[in-house]
């Protein structure tokens, strides 16, 4: 299956909305083989198998906002209807709903980026802290170089000149 989806495929078709990460109805359709009304359809029948944190419907703002930013959904510009986005749990409990042997096998690629990408994120995270250390650190040699410099710069400087001899009577 992953030699017909690549994983950047998927991967592509993943926005981050209300702080989270998700599928949109009609990228999870496409990818299922299916229609979207018969997703949807499918969801709305099993309804109480997605609850708000698994999956939630996109305002009018964010619909636009998706639509701008991403330019394979364009045609969703001139649809009344408001697509569903559907959390890495909810695109587990499609599986289930849909009910095919493609479902359960694109739900598992799908499962597995999720992953794939909790894992790169928490590299980064690893790797921003070991940057944030060499910035302390650096910062700390920073104040250090440029005292040295300053130290530098005074010895190195030209001697004032002696000063002037008063002219004049000395009382």
Known sequence: MSELMP??????????IRGHKVL???DLAQLYGVETKYLNR???R?????????MFQLTEKEKAKVVTNWHHLSSLRF????????????????SAVLNSPRAVKVSILIINTFIRLRQ????????AKKIEKLEVKHSKHE?????????????????????????????
């Open 7 to 16: 994983i950047e495929r998927i991967e592509n078709r993943i926005y981050l």
């Open 79 to 94: 649809s009344h209807q408001l697509p569903y986005a559907f959390t890495e749990h909810g695109v587990a409990m499609l």
């Open 143 to 171: 104040l250090e170089i440029t005292t040295i410099f300053k130290v530098l710069k005074k010895l190195l400087a030209p001697p004032p000149p002696p000063p002037a001899k008063k002219i004049g009577f000395i009382q």
């Open 120 to 127: 790169l994120l928490a590299g980064n995270k690893e790797l």
């Open 42 to 44: 499918q969801v709305k």
């Open 24 to 26: 949109l109805d009609r």
């Open 46 to 54: 099993n309804l109480s198998r997605f609850p708000a944190e698994y």
